[in-house]
């Protein structure tokens, strides 16, 4: 059967980005396609500056909005991340298998290392090594297919290069993943700033649409949109970002083509009235299953429990062949 293994980190409230690049599409499609694990990866929210209460919330709030997105506990597998020692586990052996160049060459290393030392931040050395954890946490469960948006393309490659050089090295033992995309909405750009991703780290709420805003900040945000100069309605991602993004919205919500419905408006306004209705009615279950599971924390954590346990069983055999293959003395 297809193991299939995603995560999403808790750096902040989710965003309409990874609703459609990533979690939705885990609830639709892939929790049943195959045996599926979904993890909310707390270790990597731990690599750039944090606020201890803010991830633990954060977290726990990624975890209910997973389940009110429709991930069911009783097809797959939700659990947190540093709840399973063996991800730490692994991540040591294939820092012994990747170099610091490869790693160094990540665009999210070189924006974000960029970042912390322009706000007179030091830059930590999880930052670096972080797609080595996120390589193990793929591998450790044997994962076929890793369901992404598209800015995670690079760090899928590279968990790849380390399970075949690891494989090469010290006889098979992983199984080489390969990253799955949307066919829409690979990649959701900032409402404000259509040239850059919209992302939950962003200090400018505007251009994100979060999961849990209210109707009423869904169609504002989208109201709001920046858009390109002219009026016709085209889909270019390189000359209209802006409007290419509302249509990538706009077809992702309502199951349409981003090209066709170019064709259907005349007005740039027309088109952001219906994206905006169309964002509000896609989010509007979500919030509200989120209000119910997050009056109940009991069942949350009995989820959290009882998945971090199915996790364990899963990951600790793969990971324990790993330690022998590389040339550890198994404990007696
Ligand atoms: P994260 O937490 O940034 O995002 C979670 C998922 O959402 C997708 N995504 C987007 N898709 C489309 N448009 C956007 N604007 C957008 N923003 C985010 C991401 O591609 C991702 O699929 N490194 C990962 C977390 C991770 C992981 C893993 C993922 C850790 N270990 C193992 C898969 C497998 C991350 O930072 O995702």
Redesign the pocket.
């Known amino acids: 059967m297809t193991r299939i293994?995603?995560?999403?980190?808790p750096?902040g409230h989710l965003?309409l980005?990874?609703y459609?690049?990533?979690?939705r599409r885990w609830a639709e499609v892939d929790q049943h396609r195959g045996e599926a694990l979904f993890?909310v990866?707390d270790l990597?929210a731990l690599t750039v500056e944090h606020d201890p209460a803010r991830v633990r919330r954060l977290s726990r709030q990624a975890a209910t909005l997973l389940l009110a997105s429709g991930l069911d506990p009783e097809v797959c597998t939700l659990f947190v991340q540093s709840h399973v020692d063996e991800h730490t586990r692994l991540s040591y052996l294939l820092e012994c298998t990747a170099t610091d160049g490869e790693l160094r060459r990540m665009i999210q290393y070189k924006e974000k290392s960029v970042r912390a030392r322009d706000a007179g931040q030091g830059v930590r050395l999880s930052l670096l090594t972080y797609p080595v954890?996120?390589a193990a946490?793929?591998l450790a469960y044997g994962a076929d297919e890793?369901?992404?948006?598209?800015?995670?393309t690079q760090?899928v490659e590279l968990t790849r290069d380390l399970a075949v050089r690891f494989n090469q090295r010290y006889g098979h033992t992983f199984t080489v993943p390969r990253a799955t995309r949307p066919a829409v909405?690979?990649?959701?750009?900032d409402l404000q700033d259509p040239g850059s991703?919209?992302?939950?780290s962003h200090e400018n709420g505007a251009g994100i649409v979060y999961l849990l805003d209210d109707a009423d900040t869904v169609r504002r945000k989208v109201m709001r949109a920046v858009t390109d100069s002219g009026r016709e309605v085209v889909y270019d991602r390189d000359v209209k970002p802006g409007l290419a993004n509302l249509l990538d919205l706009m077809a992702a919500a309502t199951g349409g083509n981003p090209e066709e419905l170019a064709g259907v408006y005349e007005s740039y306004g027309a088109l952001k009235k219906d994206t905006a209705d169309a964002v509000v009615e896609l989010l509007r279950p979500v919030r509200e299953r989120h209000a119910e599971l997050a009056a109940d924390p009991g069942y949350v954590d009995r989820v959290l429990r009882d998945g971090a346990e199915r996790a364990r069983g899963m990951a600790r055999p793969l990971v324990d062949r790993a330690y022998r293959a590389i040339g550890l003395l198994p404990a007696v």
């Open positions: 293994f995603s995560g999403v980190k750096t965003t980005g990874n459609l690049g990533a979690v993890s990866v990597h954890l996120m946490d793929i890793v369901p992404v948006g598209e800015d995670q760090h909405a690979a990649r959701v750009m991703k919209m992302g939950k």
